[in-house]
């Protein structure tokens, strides 16, 4: 089994910063990919970033600039660092990724985090 356990949420001001950390554990062999994505009221989730394990990283464009994907791979931890927070960045964020369990299973899983929410006031 694996787990994806997500911290770092809250609620911040227009403007303000947050950190979201995501660490996996279980049984994992390689961590291919890990990202975060975010799923507002009524709306369908969304990628928000993506890093891989090799560093490579994809953003939403609505973040870019004002967010941050980094990885820690020897703690199989990802890091959010939100700033310029808008009030449209309100959403539950999810911490995904994309690993192999075992060295004889050569394909990735995929796993999601139970989501944190971040609220973004005016």
């Known amino acids: 089994q694996v787990q994806l356990v997500e911290s770092g949420g809250g609620l911040v001001q227009a403007g303000g910063s947050l950190r979201l950390s995501c660490a996996a554990s279980?049984?994992?062999?390689?961590?291919?990919?890990m990202g975060w994505y975010r799923q507002a009221p009524g709306k369908q989730r969304e990628l928000v970033a993506t890093?891989?394990?090799?560093?490579?990283?994809n953003y939403a464009d609505s973040v870019k600039g004002r967010f941050t994907i980094s990885r820690d791979n020897a703690k199989n931890t990802v890091y959010l660092q939100m700033n310029s927070l808008k009030p449209e960045d309100t959403a539950d964020y999810y911490c995904?990724?994309?690993?192999?369990?075992?060295?004889?299973?050569?394909?990735?899983?995929?796993?999601w985090g139970q989501g944190t929410q971040v609220t973004v006031s005016s």
């Open positions: 995904n990724a994309k690993l192999r369990t075992a060295i004889g299973i050569p394909w990735n899983y995929e796993y």
């Open positions: 279980g049984s994992i062999f390689s961590i291919n990919a």
């Open positions: 890093v891989t394990n090799g560093g490579s990283t």
